[in-house]
């Protein structure tokens, strides 16, 4: 079956980066794209970006170019996304979530990772 | 960039109520929309694909319509189990998500 596994919760000081992993399973990794899309406490669900696993390219939001970087481990089916700068606005659970292809919805989502900023 | 709006924010309901739920996006999706259930602590679960299809495994007192900007998600008769926020999401150009509809109990 699929499922997407991500790491665990983090707490992190402002201007620190994080980087949360999403380990992909029960499908063939290279055929889906892969998304991230937080959502922050008492707002709604925001997407950042996504990776192509097959070649590595990827298209991020335009709020998020220059602070976010997504990458991708084809041997371990994992998908990575680092978020540098953080600041206390960035509190939120990161979520990966996968689709078939450039106009498609999301299937299966990751439980969700909590990242924490304060000082 | 395309923006979608929802409405309303907040849905108060009974158990049994007919529900709608609207959606509007800033240029036409064509029938690019997905509806999305999350439950607090949980991941969003997808209820309903390409404005009408209905995702396997999701009851069937969920459906959606809609076409171009305008569009909804209606539940036949609310359950227990549907208390929940509900977003729409359109991935015509990019993926953009509505703010999302909270509906709680009466």
């Known amino acids: 079956q699929v499922q997407l596994v991500q790491s665990g919760a983090e707490v992190k000081k402002p201007g620190a980066s994080v980087k949360v992993s999403c380990k992909a399973s029960?499908?063939?990794?290279?055929?889906?794209?892969m998304h991230w899309v937080r959502r922050a406490p008492g707002q709604g669900l925001e997407w950042m970006g996504m990776?192509?696993?097959?070649?590595?390219?990827?298209n991020y939001a335009q709020k998020f170019q220059g602070r976010v970087t997504m990458t991708r481990d084809t041997s371990t089916t994992t998908v990575y996304m680092e978020l540098s700068s953080l600041r206390s606005d960035d509190t939120a659970v990161y979520y990966c979530?996968?689709?078939?292809?450039?106009?498609?919805?999301?299937?299966?989502w990751g439980q969700g990772t909590l990242v924490t900023v304060s000082s | 960039d395309i923006q979608m709006t929802q409405s309303p924010s907040t849905l108060s309901a009974s158990v049994g109520d007919r529900v709608t739920i609207t959606c509007r996006a800033s240029?036409?999706?064509?029938?690019?929309l997905a509806w999305y259930q999350q439950r607090p602590g949980k991941a969003p679960n997808l209820l309903i694909y390409k404005a009408s299809g209905l995702e396997s495994g999701v009851p069937s007192r969920f459906s959606g319509s809609g076409f171009g900007t305008e569009f909804s998600l209606t539940i036949s008769s609310l359950q227990p189990d549907d208390f929940a926020t509900y977003f729409c999401q359109q991935y015509q150009t990019y993926w953009t998500f509505g703010q999302g509809t909270k509906v709680e109990m009466k």
């Open positions: 990776i192509n696993p097959s070649g590595g390219s990827t």
């Open positions: 979530a996968r689709s078939f292809g450039g106009q498609f919805h999301f299937d299966f």
């Open positions: 240029q036409s999706i064509t029938s690019r």
């Open positions: 029960g499908y063939i990794f290279t055929i889906y794209n």
